[in-house]
């Protein structure tokens, strides 16, 4: 199928209920996804990913492509957030302005967003609505019911769609942890309710549906923190998601009961904690010690919370790790706790960081030695409760890579529902039974280039690969009239390693290696500024590779005067 | 201490045992020792590294730098390849020519080596010679013994370095393996008589010594992956490192056992198995079927050995999962086994390889998933069995990253050695008691770029790097006599996303702006080149940080006619 480049110019049949993922599936991050009923639209979740290896240098923030909506205009009624991690709420600033509907989402959510939508600018533009847990509200032909989870953050929520007959449950991020420590329990009757209500379709998170058993409990995780920190004389400093309240929860009990007092690096973390705060969460969380008062504190008595926990080279942990943190330096026999995992991608740069810290005769303890950390996501047992509980038709995995996406379809599959697996831009009839793909819609990956918002397949970025993997050579000639060189050609190297030749020399050969070109080029060439560069632009590629097996990218410019 | 530049500026002592690492301490690559006594010096292994997301761009291969080694000239009297591991004999092409030392290794080591001497085309000029497995020779005071080691290819040797009164066993990469498969046993018999005849220090590898227990043998690899294979219907293809002879040898033998046939892809493969077979090794290796007759071969008798267990984009694994492979086309149902362990830092790029199969409905196995692969490096348990046989009384940790050599080191002292950590550039005199580090010498890394090596410090190849995140911008002018703007300013753009104002715009907004700037120049300023270069970079900076947050590099060149 050729997807449409405009939602509207899909055929829609009216009512009939539409699914339509634009970015989380077949991929961790950046959750975009559209429900549409009688061309009345809601966006679920506007979320961002960070690059990875194959994204275009300089490209560090990745949002979907929300081109295909443009011509939806007022169509769009809501836009509602699940809970406030990154990859759900974190383009609200960058895609609001091609969106340009309400945000709806609960307290502790909007706090977040409003933060985002401040930094973009946005805040007297957009009307951001605080839902309590547990509300219904209605959205032209959608009625919306918030469902209490719980999951690595506070206030994470399915949604409970009912629409032209249907019930879908979308269930955002979610665990079952029996001991969260911060916020309410998942709301395990409401679920049951609805399941022998009768759910048509469950659209849900796939992450760790190859992985056996339970996420586990925050709980465990305090008692692991606990019993790392306790045994430890000296400093420890840990590091964890700056949005995991429980975890931080749990830091400032296991502080008060060791001993310790709170010291914060980083500024995420004060966000974070000031959010909380703000919406009723830490209320026990100890008064911190600021970092410029540590030196007054033994040793024993610290317990430091440092931002970074996946190597990000300029927070706190890599500063401290490197000795460059201007209110600390770590000591032999402190200790560093990870209370994280190690998000796919970061494995070396953590390791590095590890290596760093352990070659200071600082103890390094992740999750692999200790219980320090637990998913935030369900594992199949615990997708196993859920589908048992909502008894839903169809099950259509999201939130995954493929292979997790398939593991949740196959699991559902086994459980008795159907499941379809989708890819970003299937636009999906959720009233047909079963669901199926009745068109793609186009879909795509923007990146976020200085202020602007840029297709990732931009000429320009890729550009940049070539530059970087060969340097580039710049060469400038000037002619007169009867197109004969006015001085010398200009020769400029950036990025090119000149290697034994030396850099002066290289210039030397290549503006000689120019004369020559010119000197035995025809007066047709000549004349032609794109014969003429396209064989200077030739020979010096033949020159380098020759000399030096290098290829550098040529700007050659011919200026006639 | 400050390093020193060349070795033979620092003060060397008589009759005193020195060791030098300069790579491979502090990093799991590029190994690179040196021994000597009364100025006579051996190398012992000559290695490589890959780059990593550390490296400038456009270097993929890195050796150690020996440039403190330039004045050793005829002392350097050998070099000693321990096996022919790409990170113990990857450099020997690069850098022979700095050491120009006669070259000694085992046969199946040998033919590697010869393959990169001859592909450096210096076979003529190296003096190549084959030692016997457990043969003595004698290099100036130096007597050396090669003692046989199972490891995840044939031929690992130790070498045992009599010099000097002292005893020094170099382990170089070793496990304890009761059933190699391939290969001679590890000579137990010899290491513990070495032990009872006193051994005053091993220097030896400590990749795994974080890990409990034993490596385990490549038996139960077999076993695991006869399991796996059996199992199938369908093709089966098994990806693993070509150089691991025994891995190839069980999949020959699982391929008769279950009357499936072999077909290889992938260049390295058919060199690995080509060296083995002329080494004497693979003796029972089945008749290859070539990749053009597979179609005359039904799936469930298929089995395939593809090159790229690491996920690299050219190699034939890569090529099959995205389905780009000119002989095969996998197909669902198949099975693609990766017999071999994710090397850090290659993560993401193999989930993705996995992730793209799985959306295929290919089925991937890995060592998460079954016993299909082992690791070639001594476990805590064979580290204790070694340093029980040979009773050392120091232990020098190398082949490590630095919590690896940390957790050697502690081992050893549980043991009831001592244990000395170093550094590359670390020259160690081995005959004080205990050794001790009494100078640095210059260490360091050089990239491979084109047909050079430079150093990875270059400020080109850093230059790379701002021109990577940023793209460049160049502008030409060119000046009259006095210093009036000859026709319109040149203004080119690469890799420089133009955003919402589109190319030509931005190009016609940053002439105007030149115009603008040299309009408003004091004659002061339009008289130097570098001062009219400095204003136009400064403005030019700030006005495309105010349009666009944008920061390329510029390159202005002022031409005057």
């Given at each position: 199928m050729k997807p449409f480049a405009n939602l509207g110019d899909a055929p829609l049949t009216p009512e009939t209920l539409y699914f339509l993922p634009l970015g989380g599936s077949g991929e961790i991050g950046m959750n975009f996804n559209l429900y549409g009923f009688n061309d009345q639209w809601i966006a679920v979740d506007v979320g961002i990913t960070f690059a990875d290896d194959t994204t275009p240098p300089g490209i560090e923030v990745i949002t979907p492509d929300p081109?295909?909506?443009?011509?939806l205009g007022e169509r769009l009624i809501a836009i509602i957030i699940t809970h406030a991690h990154e990859d759900h709420v974190g383009a609200i600033g960058y895609l609001w302005p091609a969106l340009k509907a309400p945000v709806y989402c609960t307290g502790f959510t909007a706090s977040v967003a409003e933060r985002k939508l401040g930094e973009a600018g946005l805040l007297d533009q957009v009307a951001l609505h605080r839902v309590l847990p547990g509300e219904r509200r209605s959205f032209g032909p959608f009625e919306i019911e918030w469902i209490a989870l719980t999951h690595s953050?506070?206030?994470?929520h399915a949604l409970c769609l009912e629409v032209g007959g249907l019930r879908v449950v979308h269930t955002g991020d979610w665990k079952l942890d029996p001991n969260p420590l911060e916020g309410v329990h998942y709301d395990d009757r409401r679920l049951m309710a609805l399941g022998d209500a009768g759910v048509d379709v469950v659209i849900g998170d796939s992450t760790n549906a190859t992985v056996d058993g339970w996420s586990g409990s925050e709980l465990d995780c305090y008692r692991g923190l606990l019993d790392v920190i306790s045994q430890e004389q000296q400093r420890v400093c840990v590091t964890c998601f700056s949005s995991n309240t429980a975890r931080l929860a749990s830091l400032g009990r296991i502080a008060r009961e060791t001993g310790r007092r709170i010291t914060i690096l980083g500024r995420s973390l004060f966000q974070y904690v000031a959010t909380a705060k703000a919406n009723g969460y830490l209320r026990e969380f100890p008064e911190l010690v600021p970092p410029e008062d540590l030196d007054y504190l033994p040793k024993s008595e610290q317990l430091i919370l440092a931002t970074g926990s996946q190597g990000e080279a300029r927070a706190a942990m890599a500063r401290l790790a490197r000795g460059e943190h201007h209110s600390l330096v770590l000591e032999a026999d402190d200790c560093v706790v990870f209370s994280s995992k190690v998000i796919p991608g970061n494995e070396k740069k953590l390791f590095r960081l590890y290596d760093l810290l352990s070659s200071k005769r600082i103890r390094v303890v992740t999750e692999a030695e200790a219980c320090v950390h637990v998913s935030g996501h369900p594992c199949r047992d615990e997708l196993t409760w859920m589908y048992r509980a909502l008894q839903p038709n169809t099950v259509i995995p999201v939130h995954g890579e493929h292979r997790h996406m398939v593991a949740h379809a196959e699991l559902a599959q086994q459980l008795g529902c159907s499941a379809l697996t989708v890819q970003n831009g299937d636009l999906v009839s959720l009233t047909t039974s079963p669901p199926r793909v009745e068109a793609k819609i186009a879909s795509g990956r923007l990146g976020l280039s200085g202020t602007s918002l840029v297709p990732l397949t931009d000429r320009a970025l890729n550009e940049r690969r070539a530059l970087a993997l060969g340097g580039m050579l710049s060469i400038t000639v000037v002619l007169d009239k009867k197109s004969r060189l006015v001085g010398q050609p200009q020769i400029e190297l950036m990025g090119v390693p000149s290697g034994e030749l030396g850099g002066e020399a290289l210039k030397a050969e290549l503006t000689f290696a120019v004369e020559e070109i010119l000197a035995e080029a025809s007066s047709r060439v000549l004349q032609s500024d794109d014969a003429l560069r396209e064989m200077i632009q030739r020979e010096l590629a033949h020159s380098l590779h020759q000399w030096m097996g290098i290829r550098p990218r040529q700007l050659v410019q011919v200026i006639r005067i």
């Open positions: 081109s295909s909506l443009k011509t953050i506070p206030e994470s």
